[in-house]
Structures are given as C-alpha cells and as structure tokens.
C-alpha cells in the first residue's frame, strides 16, 4: 500500500515533468497503479491532495534545504551560504518543479500562497546569512540577488546550464561582503 508520502512524491514528479495541468487523479493512480479509493483515503479529495501537496514542496525543498545546512551548528555563515548554493545548484529535479509550481501559482491562490510563502522564507534565510557574513548595508540586497538569481535561472528559456548558475553565484558573492574570501561554487557544480 502507497503511503501518504510516495502520494505526495508522486505528485510532485507529475508537475516537474507534465505540469499542472496533468496532476489529474487519473494521472496519479495510473502512475502508482492504485486505485481512487486509495488517493481519497490518504487526502479526501483534490482539495485536500493540493493542501498536502504544497505543504510537503515547502518541507521538501525549502525547509529541508535549510536544515541540512545548519546541521552543523558551528559552520561560520559563509561556508552555510557555499552549502546551500551546491544543494541548489546540484539539486536532482533541476528546475522543472520550480518552473511548475510557479506557473500554476498564477492560476491556484493555494499554490500562490504556498509559493508565496516558500519565496519569503528563502529569502529571508539567504538575507540573514548575509547579515551574518557582514552587517554591512547591502547585505539584505545580496541575498535577494541571490534569490533572484536562482529564480531567474530557472524560468528562462533554455534554463541556464548549472556550471553556468554556478559561475554567476560566484561572481554576485564577489560584489558582497568579503570576510574570508570569495566562495568557488563551480567547484561543486555537475
């Protein structure tokens, strides 16, 4: 029997590869092949599948992202910052599911929330490893850039190749605070 998760997993493959508009119950329990009973039993509807849905994105990759990079608790702000861009930069579904999500933001006011919030968080958190780096006025700046950067990246068409995202990382972070060098994202980038 599919779990509540292998469901939500699911449902986030169909948007990176077919988008919103393919996220169908249909779609779903023909990929998983289980029946509807199932999907109603784990969510009670459509409604309640696209709550679970958009709260299991945000754990998935945001909060999740940001716990793996304060694991180590005595890792200095910068080398923080350098993880994160290698998750970001190396992450396995590239920016289909990103693209998705925010397209489909435009048309669901759930996902837009969600979406919404999952922007807010990220940069808030890029803004206070900047501040940490250096109290330096441009520091919240630097981490909208680097929001900014990651966002636009994805959405253009062709993406940008990741070597190519983590040559620009690099270079945006030589504009901010150097306090113990600049970071070399392209070394970590596939």
């Given amino acids: 029997m599919a779990s509540r998760r292998d469901w939500l997993d699911t449902g986030l493959e169909v948007l990176a590869e077919l988008g919103a508009r393919a996220l169908t119950i249909e779609q779903l329990t023909t990929r998983m092949g289980l029946t509807k009973g199932s999907f109603y039993h784990h969510f009670g509807g459509t409604a309640g599948y696209v709550t679970a849905l958009m709260a299991h994105f945000e754990a998935e990759h945001t909060s999740r992202y940001i716990q793996r990079v304060e694991q180590d608790a005595g890792a200095g702000a910068r ?60 520091a919240d700046d630097l981490g909208l850039m680097l929001y900014l950067l990651a966002v636009g990246a994805e959405s253009v068409r062709p993406p940008v190749p990741l070597a190519q995202v983590a040559r620009l990382y690099d270079r945006v972070l030589r504009l901010g605070p ?4 600049p970071m070399d994202a392209r070394s970590h980038a596939s």
Avoid: K
């Fill in 79 to 138: 080398v923080r910052l350098q993880r994160l861009i290698e998750l970001a930069v190396n992450q396995d579904e590239g920016p289909a599911l990103e693209v998705a999500i925010r397209s489909w933001a435009l048309e669901n006011p759930e996902v837009d929330a969600a979406q919404s919030r999952v922007d807010a968080t990220r940069i808030s958190y890029l803004r206070r490893l900047c501040r940490e780096i250096s109290d330096d006025d441009d």
């Fill in 178 to 181: 150097a306090d113990d060098g």
